[in-house]
């Protein structure tokens, strides 16, 4: 499944991905100690939601727009990051990608690492990262081998966020390698790795050769858009969650409730989950 970026800007998965991984950086915060924030496959940083890629799709209107006119106030960090590329208004004409967001997070202590191979997005992440609130170093290189020799972080703790495209067959089995060969380097670590929903089956065999690992404290939440697959038809994102802190544990199932009920598609109910692939 190709799944470039620019094209779903603010989409309901940007929606649930954001706010979950604002919530996940928010309650590792709740310790002073200082965190490493890495980013593999970081995009453009910045997206136009009035430029060709996000405006062919329109898919932001079923994500971002919804969140943004929600009431809840569970999803109040998650409209404040948005609103912050905005002139602090709720006319989401850009939307802030992982890097730029994480970059909203980081506390004097912290530090953000950024990797994109491609080369004019990594250019793009550059430009885009100018203005952020925060500095960052940005590296353009194969996510994969970053990940590894960012390992272990000079900080006792950090996260990786893993955000591929999945443009290429092998992408599951590289990300399922990597992740054996990190957690054997960094046990202890965060890891958030984002994934498309399209065809039940095919995922289930991946969540088996994950659950075979045999790592512990990995958690799954996904966000089916419809109960029933249509043949070739994009249905949801998920995340696997590894290290989760007991914080964000607690306060992720109300969060997840207020997602589902802003982010449900017109007749259908959606779900969204979060279930443990290993205790």
């Known amino acids: 499944m190709n799944y470039r970026h620019a094209f ?5 998965a ?8 604002i919530a996940l950086i928010r309650a590792l915060q709740l310790k ?4 490493t924030l890495i980013d593999t496959h970081a995009g453009c940083g910045i997206y136009d939601l009035q430029g060709d890629e996000a405006g062919r799709t329109g898919e932001a209107m079923q994500g971002v727009v919804r969140a943004l006119g929600d009431a809840s106030p569970l999803l109040d960090d998650y409209r404040a990051a948005v609103r912050a590329v905005n002139g602090g208004s709720d006319a989401a004409r850009l939307y802030p990608g992982s890097p730029h967001i994480l970059a909203q997070l980081l506390r004097e202590q912290d530090g953000l690492i950024l990797n994109e191979k491609h080369p ?3 250019a793009a992440l550059r430009a885009a990262m100018r203005d952020a609130p925060a500095p960052a170093a940005v590296h353009q290189r194969d996510a994969y081998e970053l990940w590894l020799a960012m390992l272990p972080t000079r900080t006792p703790r950090g996260v990786v966020v893993v955000d591929p495209p999945y443009e290429e067959n092998d992408e599951r089995a590289r990300i399922t390698a990597t992740l054996a060969a990190a957690h054997r380097k960094w046990a202890h670590g965060v890891t958030v790795i984002w ?8 995922h289930g065999r991946w969540k088996d050769k994950l659950h075979a690992l045999g790592i512990p404290k ?13 043949p070739g038809i994009y249905n949801g994102a998920g995340l696997f969650i590894i290290n989760p802190p007991y914080a964000f544990s607690q306060s992720l199932p109300p969060l997840l409730g207020a997602l589902r009920s802003a982010l449900a598609p017109e007749g259908h109910t959606g779900t969204l989950t979060a279930q443990w692939l290993r205790t």
Do not use: I, T
């Open 8 to 12: 779903h800007a603010g989409n309901s």
């Open 32 to 35: 002073e100690g200082a965190l």
């Open 120 to 122: 004019a997005d990594a």
């Open 14 to 21: 940007d929606v649930v991905k954001h706010s979950v991984l």
């Open 195 to 202: 994934y498309p929903l399209k065809d039940r089956a095919a």
């Open 218 to 230: 990995f958690l799954n939440v996904e966000h089916w858009l419809y109960d029933q697959d249509q």
